[in-house]
C-alpha cells in the first residue's frame, strides 16, 4: 500500500516536470525552424542582390549619377582595383524634433565583396555618433559566405566608445530561446529588411542610370539632327 501510495505521489511530481520538458523542446524545435525560414529569406535575397550586381555591371560601371537621397556609392578598398562596391546610407539627427542644429548622425555602410558577377562577402556596418557627447557606437556584421544557405557563419561585433561589448561572435551562438529569441529577432528585425532596403538601392541606381543615359543618347541625337539641317 505504501509502495503503490509512493508510486502515485511520484508519477504527481514527475508528470509536470516530463510535460514542461517536452513542451519545451517543442518550443525549441519550433524556433529552429523558424530561424531556418528567415535563413531561406537571407539567401534568395542575396541571389537577388548578386544579380543585381552583374546584371547592372556594377565593377565595370563606376560613374553613377543618380542615388537615393542620402546615399553615397564607393569603392574600395583600392578604387583602381576595386574588391568590393559600397553603398553608404545617412541620416542625420537633430536636437529635438523641430530642432535646426545637427548633432549627429546615424550611418549604414554595406560592402560588397564581388567579382561583378559572385558575391562573396557582405559587410555591415552601422554606426551612430553624438557631436555634443562624442559618443559612438558601432555594430559590424560579416557574412563570409551570402549566397550559401545558413546564416551560422554571420559575425556580429558591438563596439561603445571604442569599448568592445561583443567580439566576433558567429550569429548561431546568439542565444535563441522562448525568453530571449534574440537570434531569430536581429535575422527579421534587422537583416532581412537591411538586405530588402539594400536591393531596393541597387534596382533604383540600375534603373534610374540606365534611363539618364539613354536620355543622355537621346538628347545627343535630337542635337544631331539640328546639325543636320545647316
Known amino acids: 500500500m505504501k509502495k503503490s501510495l509512493f508510486a502515485a505521489v511520484l508519477s504527481l511530481v514527475m508528470v509536470p516536470f516530463f510535460l514542461a520538458a517536452q513542451e519545451s523542446k517543442r518550443e525549441s524545435v519550433n524556433l529552429n525552424e523558424l530561424g531556418k525560414l528567415y535563413d531561406k529569406q537571407i539567401y534568395e535575397l542575396n541571389l537577388d ?3 543585381l550586381i552583374a546584371d547592372g555591371k556594377f565593377m565595370e560601371n563606376r560613374e553613377f549619377r543618380s542615388l537615393p537621397y542620402q546615399s553615397e556609392i564607393n569603392y574600395g578598398p583600392d578604387s583602381k582595383n576595386p574588391q568590393y562596391v559600397e553603398l553608404k546610407k545617412h541620416v542625420y539627427t537633430r536636437d529635438g524634433e523641430l530642432g535646426a542644429e545637427i548633432i549627429g548622425y546615424e550611418e549604414k555602410t554595406m560592402q ?11 559587410v555591415t556596418i552601422v554606426r551612430k555618433k ?4 562624442l559618443e559612438e557606437e558601432i555594430v559590424t556584421i560579416v557574412d563570409p559566405s551570402p549566397t550559401t544557405e545558413g546564416t551560422d557563419d554571420i559575425v556580429l561585433t558591438h563596439q561603445y566608445n571604442k569599448r568592445i561589448l561583443v567580439k566576433e561572435k558567429k550569429l548561431v551562438e546568439v542565444e535563441n530561446t522562448m525568453d530571449g529569441p534574440i537570434r531569430n529577432s536581429i535575422k527579421i528585425q534587422f537583416i532581412i529588411p ?12 540600375a534603373e534610374v542610370n540606365s534611363k539618364d543615359s539613354k536620355d543622355a543618347d537621346r538628347k545627343m541625337t535630337e542635337f544631331l539632327n539640328k546639325a543636320a539641317l545647316y
Open 49 to 51: 542582390i548578386q544579380k
Open 112 to 122: 560588397l565583396y564581388t567579382d561583378g558577377k559572385n558575391l562573396s562577402k557582405l
Open 130 to 133: 553624438n557631436f555634443r557627447t
Open 194 to 205: 537591411n538586405l530588402a532596403i539594400l536591393n531596393n538601392m541597387l534596382v533604383f541606381i
